[in-house]
């Protein structure tokens, strides 16, 4: 068996267990007594919220976070502007990014989440209005909801990872977490294709 950690990170903590190297130590993994020996399956941005899944287990770790398994992750996005289902489409289809096409994603409206309160909160500005946005990708480059949301015109104002896989955050507050056992998987072989050296 593997250990799985469930971790709720807050905003503005990094992704790593130490921030030694810069002059001014940022808010790390350290301070939320997560079990030694684990290590996170893939990052999340220091300016993101939500799920993110820590293992001791190499094999698990790869499986969780390299895009070859296209594992989906799900995001609760709140975005600047008035966002309908049908502006949303392009996101669906497959939204083009400066670093190629993203995988088509699923994209939909949602009613105002009840999430914890972001310390500090997302400004507020009566004459723009904000949407609601579920998004589930099966890619993981870098910053990419934000750059798909801001793409067809709805920059991101916050962002709350929900769910990796059959794993969510659904019960957990703000910085805590749960250990559960998974069965750990088999090594993945990449196999290449055979050259004949003659």
Same mark, same amino acid.
């Given at each position: 068996? +593997?250990?799985l950690?469930?971790f ?11 921030? +030694? ?9 350290? @301070? ?8 996170? +399956?893939?990052?999340?941005? %220091? ?13 698990? /770790?790869?499986?969780?976070?390299? =895009?070859?398994?296209?594992e989906p992750?799900?995001?609760? *996005?709140?975005? @600047? ?7 949303? /489409? ?5 939204? #083009? ?14 009613? *105002? =989440?009840?999430?914890?309160e %972001?310390? =500090? ?17 099966? $890619?993981?480059?870098? %910053? /990419?909801?934000?750059?798909m949301? +801001? ?8 962002l709350? %990872?929900?769910q990796?896989?059959?794993? #969510?955050? @659904? ?7 749960? $250990? ?19």
């Amino acid at each position: 068996m +593997a250990r799985l950690i469930l971790f709720n990170k807050p905003f503005d903590v990094l992704t790593q267990f130490t921030d +030694a190297k810069n002059p001014t130590p940022r808010r790390t993994l350290s @301070e939320f007594g997560l079990p030694s020996g684990v290590y996170p +399956a893939g990052r999340l941005d %220091r300016d993101s919220e939500g799920l993110l899944l820590l293992t001791d287990n190499g094999p698990l /770790q790869a499986a969780i976070s390299n =895009p070859m398994y296209k594992e989906p992750k799900t995001y609760l *996005a709140l975005v @600047e502007g008035a966002a309908t289902d049908a502006d949303l /489409q392009p996101l669906r289809d497959g939204v #083009t990014l400066n670093d190629g096409p993203c995988r088509p994603a699923k994209a939909r409206v949602i009613d *105002a =989440p009840a999430l914890w309160e %972001r310390d =500090p909160p997302v400004r507020f500005r009566k004459t723009v209005p904000d949407t609601w946005i579920e998004i589930t990708i099966t $890619e993981g480059r870098n %910053r /990419q909801v934000r750059r798909m949301t +801001a793409a067809v015109g709805f920059p991101t104002l916050r962002l709350v %990872r929900w769910q990796i896989a059959d794993w #969510t955050v @659904e019960g957990l507050g703000l910085g805590e977490w749960r $250990e559960i056992d998974v069965p750990a998987p088999a090594p993945k072989v990449i196999r290449r294709p055979f050259k004949r050296r003659f």
